[in-house]
């Protein structure tokens, strides 16, 4: 609260506050903490499968044991990053997380969709890869969309410092 009155005081606008409040907000926060949870735990539930394993498993198997690990680890690291800072990030945020979601959707999509015309018909094939190509595409979107509000944002903060020069 004394942020935002300090914020009031030196004459930032109502409108740039508001959002600099939302981005810092308990809701924002816990949105953060679930999904860094989410990914550390899918990571340790992953990793155990894995090591528990009484036999070898084969060697395309661990390879997408390792990259749901380390998707899970980018998720729980992210959330530390975000959760480890106290002031407002102008949405930085929200690019480092579309990134991340892109670069899962497009791996976890390429496999999902190799393992569907390898092992499946050419019906199935096609539904993996069309599908792959609207998760792909959401998740680019989603990275546009998070580069133009930083973009946003930069703009207000910068505007308001050449105003208070």
């Not at 989410?38 to 499968?49: E, K, M, S, T």
């Not at 976890?108 to 393992?115: D, E, F, H, I, P």
């Not at 792959?132 to 410092?161: C, M, N």
Request: proline share 3%; hydrophobic share 55%.
């Amino acid at each position: 609260m004394s942020e935002q009155n300090s914020a009031a005081r030196r004459g930032v606008p109502e409108t740039l506050e508001c959002v600099l409040a939302a981005e810092t907000s308990l809701r924002s926060r816990m949105r953060y903490l679930a999904a860094g949870l989410a990914g550390g735990c899918a990571a340790v539930l992953i990793a155990v499968l894995w090591v528990t394993e009484p036999q070898p498993l084969p060697a395309r198997t661990q390879v997408a044991f390792a990259g749901l690990i380390a998707i899970g680890l980018a998720w729980a690291g992210f959330a530390g990053w975000v959760l480890s800072r106290r002031r407002p990030l102008f949405a930085r945020d929200r690019v480092l997380g579309a990134l991340i979601a892109f670069a899962a959707t497009v791996a976890t999509s390429a496999g999902g969709t190799a393992l569907a015309v390898a092992r499946g018909t050419m019906v199935e094939a096609l539904v993996a890869a069309l599908v792959s190509v609207a998760l792909v595409t959401a998740a680019g979107f989603a990275l546009v969309r998070a580069r133009s509000r930083r973009r946003e944002l930069l703009r207000r903060r910068d505007a308001l410092q050449q105003e208070a020069d």
